[in-house]
Nanobody, 126 residues
Framework: QVQLVESGGGLVQAGGSLRLSCAAS????????MGWFRQAPGKEREFVAA????????VYADSVKGRFTISRDNAKNTVALQMNSLKPEDTAVYSC???????????????????WGQGTQVTVSS
């Protein structure tokens, strides 16, 4: 069982930055692929970014590529999402997720996550 708690959301002006953090419980954090997802009002949840077990591999949605950076610290059981050059369309509830997977590819990191956090609100004003 893994429990995930996000923090760092808030209100920011367009062009600004926020850093989200996700703290995980458990002693096997390094065995999970970690991902960030977001859901805007009236829209389906969408993939934002994912990171492999050691952090050597990352993948991003096209909409955030070049602006967001995902990272993890296995010693602290945390995963972060640095968000720069924020746009109003980035407004959403952001959630982190954990997935047991022996592979890191397009067949695994886009979905099928086992554990989810409750999410943190990010609002970008124009």
């Amino acid at each position: 069982q893994v429990q995930l708690v996000e923090s760092g959301g808030g209100l920011v002006q367009a062009g600004g930055s926020l850093r989200l953090s996700c703290a995980a419980s458990g002693r096997t954090f390094s065995s999970y692929v970690m991902g960030w997802f977001r859901q805007a009002p009236g829209k389906e949840r969408e993939f934002v970014a994912a990171i492999s077990w050691s952090g050597t591999m990352t993948v991003y949605a096209d909409s955030v590529k070049g602006r967001f950076t995902i990272s993890r610290d296995n010693a602290k059981n945390t995963v972060a999402l640095q968000m720069n050059s924020l746009k109003p369309e980035d407004t959403a509830v952001y959630s982190c997720a954990a997935k047991r997977s022996s592979a890191f590819n397009s067949g695994t990191y886009y979905g099928g996550y086992d554990y989810w956090g409750q999410g943190t609100q990010v609002t970008v004003s124009s």
